[in-house]
């Protein structure tokens, strides 16, 4: 966006450009948090790392 409008788009909430995950989490993937098996949906939004996490009866919001 910034290459076709010339708008400084760096810098504003969320942006971390020295972030770096210590271990990052496929979509789609299940594992297990104590004893019940939750997957990581990733579901980009206004960051490319947010993703959800579904549990058998609920959905939590996480931005990784």
Same mark, same amino acid.
């Given at each position: %966006?910034?290459?076709?409008?010339?708008?400084?788009?760096?810098?504003?909430?969320?942006?971390?450009?020295? /972030? %770096?995950?210590?271990?990052?989490?496929?979509?789609?993937?299940? /594992?297990?948090?104590?004893?019940?098996? %939750?997957?990581?949906?990733? #579901?980009?939004?206004?960051?490319?790392?947010?993703?959800?996490? +579904?549990?058998?009866?609920?959905?939590?919001? +996480? #931005? %990784?």
């Amino acid at each position: %966006m910034a290459t076709l409008t010339g708008a400084d788009i760096g810098g504003g909430e969320g942006v971390d450009a020295g /972030f %770096m995950p210590d271990e990052t989490l496929p979509d789609g993937i299940t /594992f297990d948090v104590a004893g019940r098996p %939750m997957q990581a949906i990733h #579901t980009p939004g206004h960051l490319a790392i947010t993703c959800r996490f +579904a549990g058998a009866t609920r959905f939590f919001p +996480a #931005t %990784m």
